[in-house]
T-cell receptor, first 112, second 110 residues
Framework: NAGVTQTPKFQVLKTGQSMTLQCAQD?????MYWYRQDPGMGLRLIYY???????DKGEVPNGYNVSRLNKREFSLRLESAAPSQTSVYFC???????????FGQGTRLTVV | AQKVTQAQTEISVVEKEDVTLDCVYE???????LFWYKQPPSGELVFLIR??????QNEISGRYSWNFQKSTSSFNFTITASQVVDSAVYFC???????FGAGTRLTVKP
């Protein structure tokens, strides 16, 4: 069972470049999330999508955009990458906001 | 923002010791859900437990136990007879904004 699949697993960008992180889940979950993880900061919510067709800002949305393409897929876009966006990014999904989240393997992004 | 606070940044114990990881949450809601996740050195995030605000019964699963006390807004996690494989970062979270605490890094030494 694939669960939550993120691509790519590693990426190095130059300042100002753009890229899209892809996430897909095969559990028919309604809710999907993007987090970033920085040392000592835990997981911080960037954006979430409670259901297909809706997206909302989380704690740290600046510099990011998202698209809930369909029920399975939720992408995160960096339009103009900055060194402060160097982090590990996790995508997650849950059946509802009241149930546990299942996480992808993470994307390690470095912006130089 | 409704915060989740894990005051212990790092804990180090010797194998077979018991250890408790603290979690304090803030919420304005009467109905809410709390979670614990484990992140081993390999980096993936693994769900451990979910508890809703209506159920204050303590939960035990093998060497793991959880103590939920609404009066102190705490949802603490105890590992009994710790093992080296328990070494990981542990996160507490609530479903309000799906907010996570900063995590506690547990190191269990042989």
């Amino acid at each position: 069972n694939a669960g939550v699949t993120q691509t790519p697993k590693f990426q190095v960008l130059k300042t100002g470049q753009s890229m899209t992180l892809q996430c897909a889940q095969d559990m028919n979950h309604n809710s999907m999330y993007w987090y970033r993880q920085d040392p000592g900061m835990g997981l911080r919510l960037i954006y979430y999508s409670a259901s297909e067709g809706t997206t909302d800002k989380g704690e740290v949305p600046n510099g990011y955009n998202v698209s809930r393409l369909n029920k399975r897929e939720f992408s995160l876009r960096l339009e103009s990458a900055a060194p402060s966006q160097t982090s590990v990014y996790f995508c997650a999904s849950s059946n509802t906001g009241r149930t546990e989240a299942f996480f992808g393997q993470g994307t390690r992004l470095t912006v130089v | 923002a409704q915060k989740v606070t894990q005051a212990q940044t790092e804990i180090s114990v010797v194998e077979k010791e018991d250890v408790t990881l603290d979690c304090v949450y803030e919420t304005r809601d009467t109905t809410y859900y709390l979670f614990w996740y484990k992140q081993p050195p390999s980096g993936e995030l693994v769900f451990l437990i979910r508890r809703n605000s209506f159920d204050e019964q303590n939960e035990i699963s093998g060497r793991y136990s959880w103590n939920f006390q609404k009066s102190t807004s705490s949802f603490n996690f105890t590992i009994t007879a710790s093992q080296v494989v328990d070494s990981a970062v542990y996160f507490c979270a609530n479903n309000n904004d799906m907010r996570f605490g900063a995590g506690t890094r547990l190191t269990v030494k042989p």
